[in-house]
């Protein structure tokens, strides 16, 4: 049997788009959208400061809860890094400059060779953060370097550099907002968002950018490991909500970014099979 079908007309968008192509989003409505979130949650964490001795008492919740439950003492990770003054400084620094960069850095790129996950990087980034300030604001928390009971050194203090002032004449940002830590959080959604978006077969190695960072956070005083837990907690809402991407094609890396559904395999599946 010969079927016959009819030629799209000239200009439709049949001729026009391939299937699962997804459009670069407008480059200045995305500006004006991530300027604004980060405004948003700037000044939200503002909001949340001021609560000095709720920010304590929940520190020492937090550290109690930690030793009740067996988790390994900060303090180890953080005698690695006291070996030396220049490890403790590359710390500091490491957790002073590639947090924003990075981020900022990872959807530009996603913005300009994979547009469909740079919608679905957005989307979870914006989740996640809103969902944190919403715990800053119910929780805040002094981080452990502020904590006497943890016996912990404030690196950044003591060997620099460091991103925070004096906490009682700090403006510019909350220092009680350790919980959960969005270093970590949005470090692993970047990961997660590279390992997707790439083919090569060393694509899974961008999880040490999670690592590398929990790390750091922890070796530094500035979080507890409850932090980057719940900050895992909250990405995994984040993805339940918003969804997987689905794998990249064989011609990712091409303007639009086509996408290729994954028949017959969960999401997870497509997810650790991405780009093959």
């Known amino acids: 049997m010969n079927a ?9 968008d049949a001729t026009a788009r391939p299937p699962h192509v ?40 937090v550290w109690d809860f930690e ?20 490890l403790a400084h590359v710390a500091n620094t490491y957790y002073a400059a ?3 960069p990075a981020t900022v850095a990872f959807l530009v790129w996603l913005y300009l060779r994979r547009p469909a996950h740079y919608v679905w990087a957005r989307r979870v980034l914006a989740a996640v953060t ?9 929780f805040p928390l002094a981080p452990p370097r502020m904590l006497a009971a943890t016996g912990l050194v404030d690196t950044s203090r003591v060997y ?6 004096d906490p009682a004449t700090d403006s510019l940002s909350n220092q009680f907002a350790a919980m959960p830590s969005l270093h970590f959080g949005w470090a692993l959604t970047v990961a997660i968002g590279l390992i997707v978006a790439t083919r090569s077969r060393w694509r899974r190695l961008w999880l040490l950018h999670p690592l590398l ?16 837990i719940v900050a895992t907690a909250l990405l995994g809402l984040a993805l339940a909500v918003v969804g997987l991407p689905y794998r990249t094609a064989t011609t990712a890396g091409r303007a639009h970014g086509t996408l290729v559904p994954a028949q017959g395999r969960t999401e997870e599946q497509a997810l650790a099979g991405a780009g093959r």
């Not at 030793?67 to 030396?84: K, N, T």
């Open 213 to 228: 960072t929990l790390l750091v956070i922890v070796g530094t005083a500035n979080h507890y490991w409850l932090d980057a």
């Open 98 to 100: 590639v947090h924003f």
């Open 67 to 86: 030793r009740a439950v067996r988790l390994p003492g900060e303090g180890a990770v953080q005698s690695l890094l006291l070996h030396g003054d220049g």
């Open 160 to 165: 620099g550099p460091s991103v925070y002032g």
């Open 22 to 61: 997804i459009a670069r989003p407008p480059l200045v409505r995305e500006l004006l959208l991530v300027a604004g979130l980060f405004l948003v949650y700037k000044f939200g964490r503002q909001l949340a400061t001021g609560h000095t001795g709720e920010a304590f008492h929940n520190a020492h919740r």
């Open 130 to 138: 809103a969902a944190a300030l919403v715990l800053h604001l119910l």
């Open 4 to 12: 016959r079908t009819e030629p799209a007309p000239a200009g439709s």
